[in-house]
């Protein structure tokens, strides 16, 4: 007999729930355009100081990834553009982990590629608000 231990068997719930979570937010987004729906959280730094943070745009992005406009989702925001691939290479990575115990390569893992992601984030945050 095969027996599942308790600890694979709440991974498999965290699991299955994630993928859920990110199905229905997808739904969502698909079905409601973040700049006319009003029920879409504010960005509370740009209401505090009127400039705009790195995250700023996402959820308009990824309305309009939804919808197929990459054009579009890249001039609300560029940065969360480039860097999906890369999450998705992650989330696919520790999917196939959990799931099959299998490991793949994991070059975006090392602390250089975090640390390069940081300053990219702050030198982003700043150019977005100079012009």
């Not at 355009?33 to 705009?52: I, N």
């Not at 609300?76 to 793949?104: D, H, K, Q, S, Y």
């Not at 984030?121 to 608000?129: D, E, L, Q, Y």
């Amino acid at each position: 007999m095969n027996f599942r231990s308790p600890t694979s068997l709440i991974w498999n719930f965290f699991i299955v729930t994630g993928l859920l979570s990110v199905a229905i937010a997808g739904v969502v987004l698909y079905v409601f355009d973040p700049e006319t729906a009003g029920f879409f959280p504010l960005c509370a730094f740009h209401q505090l100081t009127g400039w705009e943070c790195p995250g700023c745009g996402s959820l308009r992005a990824l309305h309009q990834l939804t919808h197929g406009n990459i054009a579009a989702a890249w001039r609300f925001n560029p940065l969360l553009i480039a860097v999906m691939p890369f999450a998705g290479w992650l989330a696919l990575r520790e999917l196939v982990r959990l799931a099959f115990g299998w490991r793949w390569p994991g070059i975006i893992t090392r602390p250089i590629v975090g640390w390069s992601l940081v300053v990219v984030t702050v030198v982003f945050g700043i150019a977005r608000n100079m012009r």
